[in-house]
């Protein structure tokens, strides 16, 4: 059997208030939204389309009644009056569906309420999952499409990104239910944004942000989670400055070791080769052996082509006035401003993308949703000597115990 789902809007709460003239002066007019009037005409196009391919329609809804309903007023013969009930009695809620034939046998639910006040419906995803489940869907006709609501429990999001307040647990597991690599929080890389050339004076040294592609730029490290939200960016560099470079100097590098130092060892961001091999940031490994290696190094590429694609969809958010095909923060498309404002507006970008993503706005689908590959940093051209106030020798070797762990107990 096929059945889809189609939602139709309410329209309560989708108008706005606007200001009409008229001979007798201002009035405010109610006048709808138009993301909801595009919604409308889209609704009404799939549903001409189903009704031409002669699909069954069948529409659901909910309702209640109380066990002591009355009318407020009524025709009598006698002069006694209407007795009302003191109280309105036990709130039934009734969950049907039907359609132009009917009722859809056996679909009917109806159950006692828990309370008496609140939301009429009284329902929750759960209550309602079930009912379509178990007692509407087995009853409908084949190729059956079933319109509901937009009610909050008709809806239930898969899959739940991670916020800023989650543990690192959820965001472990986020990232293991995607790729099968255990204790992944986020994946790590920079990516130049072009910047106006900045003027060679007391300020600024004008030469120190021309990058080894030889435009200048900001080279900004960004962190994500596996939904491509941002959890972290550090645009504070110009152009030659490494990628391991910036991580070593970053907050974030600090709060990761305090975590493995303070026993909280089994959480890791994962980054590129040009990374440091550390038992809080891993990289892949290189020249892998067939076998359980081969398949860790593909899994890691897998997971780690997260942060290209965050990348790459930071960049296509955000068109420049009277250029559609080209963003604001690509490196064809220069910020014309100083390196602190540049700074600033790249914060902002970052703050913008996680807005759309939790609201699940989608870029142009035409757009390439991969970082172009000119633009990555492998870490091969930097000359910025590393500095690090640790044992670099003793923490790279348990951080290959710690990786080879990984790959023997899960590839």
Known sequence: MHTQLTQNRKRNADHKQITSETQTGYKLVLKEKTDIHLKRILYLKAMKKYRDEGRPIVFTDESYAHSSHTKGKAWLDTAQGLKRPISKGQRIVMVHAGSETGFVP????????????????????INYEKWLRTQLIPNLNPNSVVVIDNAPYHNKLMNLAPTSTDKKAKMESWFYELYRIPGVVGCIDCTHVAIHSPPNDQHYEESIY??????????????????????????????????????????????????????????YLIGDSGYPLRPW????????????????????????????????????????????????????????????????????????????????????DDLSL??????????????????????????????????????????
């Not at 056996?106 to 995803?125: Q, V």
């Not at 970082?371 to 020798?393: C, K, M, V, W, Y």
């Not at 348990?398 to 990786?403: D, F, P, V």
Request: hydrophobic letters at 30%.
């Open 106 to 125: 056996n679909a009917l639910l109806m159950f006692k309420s828990g309370s008496k006040a609140g939301d009429y419906h009284d329902m929750n995803y």
């Open 210 to 267: 021309v990058n080894r592609k030889g435009y200048h730029s900001i080279n900004t490290q960004l962190i994500c989670d596996a939904n491509l939200c941002i959890i972290n960016v550090n645009a504070l560099f110009p152009g030659p400055s490494h990628d391991s470079f910036i991580w070593n100097q970053s907050k974030v590098s600090e709060i990761m070791e305090q975590l493995h130092r303070h026993g909280t060892g089994t959480y």
């Open 281 to 364: 940031l891993h990289n892949p490994i290189p020249e892998p052996q067939p076998g359980p290696e081969e398949n860790y190094n593909k899994a890691f590429k897998s997971a780690r082509s997260t942060i290209e694609r965050c990348n790459g969809v930071l960049k296509s958010r955000f068109p420049s006035q009277g250029q559609k095909k080209e963003r604001s923060l690509l490196k064809d498309r220069v910020l014309l401003y100083l390196p602190e404002k540049a700074t600033q507006i790249i914060n902002s970008c970052c703050v913008l993308h996680n807005m759309c993503i939790n609201s699940n706005i989608n870029i142009e």
């Open 370 to 411: 991969e970082e172009d590959e000119s633009e990555i940093d492998f870490g091969i051209f930097d000359t910025i000597p590393q500095q690090e106030h640790r044992n670099a020798l003793l923490t790279a070797g348990i951080s290959k115990i710690y990786r080879n762990n990984i790959v023997r107990n899960y590839f």
